[in-house]
């Protein structure tokens, strides 16, 4: 089993071929018009070829709540390996996003307390969850806010696997990943605002720190015979 330490929110050649310099093996492209990290569909689908030409990354498209023509357009044009739903997409909008598209779905679930974690598991279409920490009340967008949740929270031995996120940065994505120690469905963790030194710009020295950090972590996990970001 890998261990997948995804970069998102990139939005330029030089940022994208740092992060892939650094051994990011996922990386993400926000298509969100209230977010500082948007990119229209046109720039995405230049920086995922550019990722698929190295061979060493998945790429990944975030929208929230699109509808069926963003999703086509997002399958047909960009074609990332894996589209990530990060707003109120319900159970069976997941469903029927997966039944009509040859695509990877990553489902984010906003987490507060344990009955989001409930909530998560209704999402059987998906192939990968996403745990964030729930928006604050005067946030403009559902991810990308900077904010960590209770991390136990992602201890339920009942999860599928799934990607940690929200609020993680290089000085904390270690004890994140060690307090998890326990919990086999880990399957990676997720940055955005962690590794960026205004919204929207990221900071190559943080996004090389945090893939170091978190690959030295995941390399004490019990399951990880070979960890790579
Ligand atoms: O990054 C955004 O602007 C964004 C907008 C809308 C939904 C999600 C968004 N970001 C994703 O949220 C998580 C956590 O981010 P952070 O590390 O706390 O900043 C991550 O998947 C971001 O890509």
């Known amino acids: 089993m890998t261990f997948l330490v995804k970069i998102c929110g990139l939005r330029d ?12 093996g996922m990386v993400g492209f926000v298509h969100f018009a209230r977010s500082p990290r948007h990119l229209e569909l046109a720039d995405a689908a230049r920086l995922v070829a550019r990722a ?17 023509a963003t999703v086509a357009r997002i399958v047909e044009e960009v074609k990332p390996d894996w589209l990530q739903l990060h707003g109120a997409e319900t159970p069976e909008r997941v469903a029927a996003i997966q039944a009509a598209h040859d695509v990877g779905l990553i489902k984010a679930i906003g987490v507060a307390g344990p009955e989001d974690v409930t909530r998560a598991l209704t999402y059987d279409a998906a192939d990968l969850l996403l745990l964030d920490a729930r928006p604050p009340r005067d946030a403009t967008r559902p991810g990308g806010n900077g904010v960590a949740f209770d991390w136990a929270l992602a201890g339920d031995g009942r999860l599928p696997p799934f990607l940690l996120s929200g609020g993680l940065h290089p000085d904390n994505v270690a004890d994140a990943i060690a307090g998890l120690a326990g919990q086999a469905s880990l399957a990676g963790v997720d940055v955005s605002s962690g590794v960026e030194n205004a919204p929207g710009v990221k ?27």
């Open 52 to 68: 698929r030409a190295r061979g060493q990354a998945q790429s990944v498209v975030l929208a929230v709540d699109p509808d069926d």
């Open 13 to 24: 050649v030089a940022t994208l071929d740092a992060a892939l310099a650094a051994g990011a």
């Open 203 to 229: 900071d190559t020295a943080l996004v090389g720190a945090f893939i170091r950090a978190a690959v030295g972590a995941a390399c004490q996990r019990p399951s990880m015979k070979e960890p790579v970001a």
